[in-house]
């Protein structure tokens, strides 16, 4: 008697082998046989004749750090077929963590992830200071596994106290925190994350970017010794020649201690078309000498909503904005209708006084938005009122109590067209979701769908043997996670099954589902239909189930 047994799909394994049409038989959470017909009963049989059947995928950039604490389905993670995401990226993790150090921690998860305050204050009680504490609060209630990384800022934080973005560490510190690397390691950890380009709630730096490269290195070095274990990094994205320079630091690391590498996020843009084919160049050729350099590239575009009521990702690289829209409601009204502080605002945006960036901002509602304006751009609106964008934005919202929602669509991937090359490159790694992250101004999820829907089915350029490669038996091999990314005798019974001819990412709508009655954008997954994860149903019928078969998922 199987626990599991789904009958007739297109078996789709995640080696990059055509599909074929098989049974796939589970027993005590492993895959027991993969077979064109398979004899015997189930406790439970998955009809999937006409559907695909694949290994779960594998999200390896995400911020599910916290809400693995009141959600361990990572929602929508398991609706769009993901079985096991990667938390603890951009150098931050929720361990190792003194009691003292908690608020500087919340900063800056609200600050570079845009998770609200409630977040961390409404929905658990912490009960933990390291790894293994933070391990054993989460894994009980997971439905989903976890590959988590621990965050390099939080290290330092936890080493060297109000000094970790102050200044260099001392050889003493720095021998500390690789010993409290290996603790963490060992307690569950896949890796480490860092970041050259975050700020705290402050608009400082985060800690890890007071590390030199000889901190790194020496963190990296433990990294290999505790058997080729992940670095990730997020470089200075936004400037080419700088990422180059990144790759060839990770490069020597990856050489010099035996490690893969990661960065992300990689983005296409027409106003760095050339970004994309430098940066693969030098991957190539840090490849050709044996380095594990792996690019992370998110398959879809951004489409970040926001409105002046609270913080947005938007306005990150306008320091006064940033400072201003932090402020208490009351606060930032007055702020906002005092033109002393709107005038170095306005001075933020440049001399174009915001076009470049603002102009085509779509007014996408709000409860207090003129129904006239939905649908408008913002460059539109400032020509009738004959106000600068940026004023015009400002002053709108003013005029309706801030409650003026805007959109910026399509940020990151300006043309589909290049995208999909891109995507098909062999040595492109698929993630950067972010899922879990800025959930009150863009759904972070629908990756998955969307690399089917718009680049196998729609442009062509993956087939479905080798989109499902890419998000399963690729990604556990980047990241070492043990029996994860293939369907066959002996691997973890991480299944998806879904239909090939509809798989897809629904429209963008609000979900008032967070502590303190938060809202966050999510997209419904189009398309899954069943999803199983270490050999248990754990969604079905549009519906989660009891099932909390999810764990801490292990390196090779």
Known sequence: MFDVLIRGGLVVDGSGAPGRVADVAVNEGRIVAVEPHIDGGARRTLEAAGRVVSPGFIDPHTHFDVQLLWDGAAKPALEHGVTAVVPGNCSLSLAPLKAKDRAALVGMFQQIEELPPAAFTEAFEWTWEDFAGYRAAVEPGLQVNVAPLVGHSLIRLWVMGADANRRAATADEISAMQDLLRASLDAGAVGLSTSFIDVDENGRPVPSRFAPFSELDAL???????????????????????????????????????????????FDSRLTPDNVPRTMARVEEQFARGARVWPQMQTRPIDISFSLLRPSLFFGRLPRWVRVLRQPLETRLASLRDPSVTDRMLADCGPDGGAAM?????????????????????????????????????????EHGLDVAFVAASRGHDDTGRIGPMLAHPLMHIGASDGGAHLASFATYGDTGYLFSEFVRKAGALT???????????????????????????????????????????????????????MRYVRDAIGVDAVVVNGQIVREGGRYTDARPGEFCGVS
Request: proline residues 5%.
């Open 220 to 266: 990296a070095a433990v990294l290999g010794e505790r058997g080729e274990r992940m670095l990730q990094v997020v470089p200075e994205f936004y400037d080419t020649d700088i990422t180059i320079a990144r790759i060839d630091q990770l490069a020597d690391l990856s050489l010099r201690h035996g490690i893969p590498t990661t960065f992300s996020p990689v």
């Open 358 to 398: 603002m102009s085509e901002l779509v007014v996408r509602g709000g409860d207090a938005a003129p129904a006239a304006l939905v649908g408008m751009t913002l460059g539109e609106i400032a020509r009738q009122r004959d106000e600068s964008c940026a004023r015009a934005l400002i002053n709108l919202s003013l």
């Open 464 to 518: 479905l043997e080798a989109a499902v490669k890419k998000i399963t038996s690729d990604t556990a091999q980047i990241w070492g996670l043990k029996d994860r990314g293939r369907l066959a005798r002996g691997q973890a019974a991480d299944v998806v099954v879904f239909d090939p001819a509809t798989i897809g990412r629904g429209e963008e709508r609000p979900e008032f589902d967070m502590p303190g009655d938060g």
